[in-house]
């Protein structure tokens, strides 16, 4: 008998051990192959409501504004042209200013055209009988050209990073007389992981813009580029890419349909260089767009990563601009000629400048008026088939009180011209609690009405409970995105950024990667860092709108994004 309960015993110990082990191991089977983020997915939902319901949440009445029907304005956006520093300044009374784009007019390996200027200076060098000099300003080409077609600044030169510039300053009616082709050399390419490259040229026989195009349109591999607005490299690509399309007409329905194709599986446009690089040292992205002088003074591009050069080349032509008297088209051309001496071409090349002397470009000169309706294209097709649904959520606590929550409204009032009609946006504010002021909507007319009027009734008051206002933004996104599968989810957050209510970072950080939404952040008087750790979550660009240029910078951000 005894024997007998003993071997029940063990019986039922093994009973219990084979069990657990195939419990363990159907969990363990479930889950192979799944990321971790995949499986927070699974319970992502539950867990969004459950945080949902510890906040309290009203909806406001929407209340229509007055809205402005005129489009937007990019000249009344710029700031002060004394926001781009000027890196070296003019020493005698007879001179020129000359718009220098950051790879050459900045400093160190950025610092080129800065030291050629600099020993211009010194070279007391006479023009017209009297000793002459340059004063440059370091500005991006994109935002110095919006400067001279604005009217709202005009230098007596620039020198852009490649010619498709000059071509959109002649289309607006700025005369621009090109000096010199060339004052260094550059070229843009497409960076890829070496795995990347090693597998599409197995498969295409080579890399350049179509086999990348084709690739990307079949959803082989995810790539990025840069606002075209605003960046030379994303500019060129742009009109590269159409022209592999179609290269009889770039702006034809077939160049257009090839675009949508291919933008369709484009996962990331950058604001900013910068923002592109985060995301690609994430491993976000199997490739990307960057200048040649970028990547080899780049470290951490190099050995994993191949430069396959593309479209027109960088190579800094110099534009003397409107009807400049004698004695300045005379520095200019004077300059051009100082900066091409085999000292500064070879310290060019000490800096990164002058590589693949051997690459011609691909493309002859595009007239300006095709560039900046080709610049329309982007803005109207750049979602594909996938428009955009967008939260704003707006600090409105104490401590933004006065002058922070004045310029958050003008960022608002002024930058929601830059967003697209076929996108849908709501509005959420907060402070100890959160309200939706406007529910997620298309943005037409009466949406438009009503975000304004939104904005306008805005006042501050009471704790600040950031993380609360996320939630109930990624509430509403899902929400919008079971009616609408096919939309974009994205959340803008304008805040100081000091959070002292409710949930913290840690509490939803888990959510907002299950989710994958971008969180571009906005502050006002504010703790950055605390803005860009929400931010890099889901490689969106942060911006600190304590500065001048503050909604020229939204706009340009509203202007890829939506």
């Known amino acids: 008998m005894a024997r007998k309960s003993k071997f029940l015993l063990i019986s039922g110990i093994i009973l219990v051990v084979v069990f657990v082990l195939v419990y363990v191991g159907v969990n363990l089977t479930s889950n192979l192959g799944k990321t971790k983020p995949q499986i927070t ?25 007055q809205i402005d029907l005129n489009p937007a304005d990019v000249g009344e956006t710029l700031p002060d042209i004394s926001k781009y520093p000027i890196t070296v300044n003019n020493t005698t009374n007879n001179y020129v200013e000359i718009f220098s784009s950051p790879e050459k007019g900045g400093t160190g390996v950025d610092g080129w055209l800065t030291e050629t200027a600099e020993a211009f200076n010194k070279a007391n060098i006479v023009v017209n009988g009297k000793p002459a000099s340059v004063k440059i300003r370091n500005i991006a ?71 990348v195009t084709e690739a990307i349109a079949g959803n082989e591999f995810s790539m990025g580029y840069t606002d075209p607005f605003a960046s030379s490299t994303g500019l060129n690509f742009l009109i590269t890419a159409l022209n592999t399309f179609d290269s009889s007409n770039i702006l034809g329905d077939k160049a ?50 191949v430069f396959t050069p593309f479209g027109v080349r960088h190579d800094s032509p110099l534009y ?22 085999d000292t500064y071409q070879k310290a060019a090349q000490d800096k990164g400048f002058n590589g693949l002397e051997d690459y011609k470009s691909e493309m002859t000169p595009v007239d300006g008026d095709v560039l900046i309706a080709a610049q329309k294209i982007w803005k109207e097709k750049k979602n594909g ?29 002024k930058g929601q011209k830059f967003l697209g009609r076929d996108n849908s946006i709501g509005l959420v504010s907060y402070s100890s609690d ?24 805005l006042q501050a008051s009471g704790g600040t409970a950031t993380f609360d206002a996320i939630v109930v933004a990624l509430k509403m996104l899902q929400e919008e995105m079971t009616a609408n599968p096919s939309s974009k989810p994205l959340i803008f957050v304008l805040s100081d950024g000091e959070t002292n209510e409710g949930h913290t970072l840690k509490d939803i950080k888990s959510l907002i990667e299950a989710y994958k939404v ?27 709108a304590d500065t001048d240029d503050v909604v020229y910078k939204i706009g340009n951000l509203f202007n890829v994004q939506m």
Do not use: C, H
């Open 434 to 457: 959160v309200t939706i002021n406007l529910p997620i909507g298309k943005y037409d007319t009466n949406q438009q009405s009503m975000f304004v009027g939104a904005v306008d009734s």
């Open 256 to 305: 257009v349909k090839g675009f949508e194709n291919f933008q369709a599986n484009v996962p990331f446009t950058a604001s900013t260089t910068i923002q592109m690089r985060e995301a690609a040292k994430s491993g976000m992205l199997d490739g990307f767009v960057l200048e040649y002088q970028t990547f080899v003074n780049t470290a951490d591009l190099k050995g994993g990563y």
């Open 320 to 341: 003397a601009l409107g009807d400049l008297p004698q004695n300045k088209q005379d520095i200019i051309k004077k300059f051009a000629d100082f900066a091409a001496q």
């Open 518 to 544: 971008p969180i571009y952040t906005i502050g006002y008087n504010a703790n950055i860092k605390a803005l860009q750790n929400i931010s890099s979550i889901n490689e969106a660009a942060s911006i600190n």
């Open 141 to 211: 080409s994109g935002t110095g050209v919006d400067y001279i077609k604005s009217g709202k600044y005009i230098p007596d030169a620039i020198t852009p990073s490649n010619e498709l510039w000059g071509e959109m300053i002649k289309a607006s009616g700025v005369k621009a007389k090109l000096v010199s082709k060339r004052l260094v050399g550059n070229v843009p390419g497409i960076v890829l992981s070496k795995s990347k490259y090693d597998a599409l040229v197995q498969k295409y026989g080579s890399v350049n813009v179509k086999t």
């Open 41 to 65: 997915a699974q319970d992502a939902a539950k867990r969004l409501n459950k945080l949902y319901s510890n906040i309290s949440v009203r909806t406001d009445t929407p209340i229509k504004g």
């Open 385 to 413: 088939n996938k428009p955009i649904a967008a939260v704003f959520v707006t600090d409105v606590s104490g401590s933004m009180a006065g002058e922070p929550l004045n310029r958050l409204k003008e960022s608002l009032l």
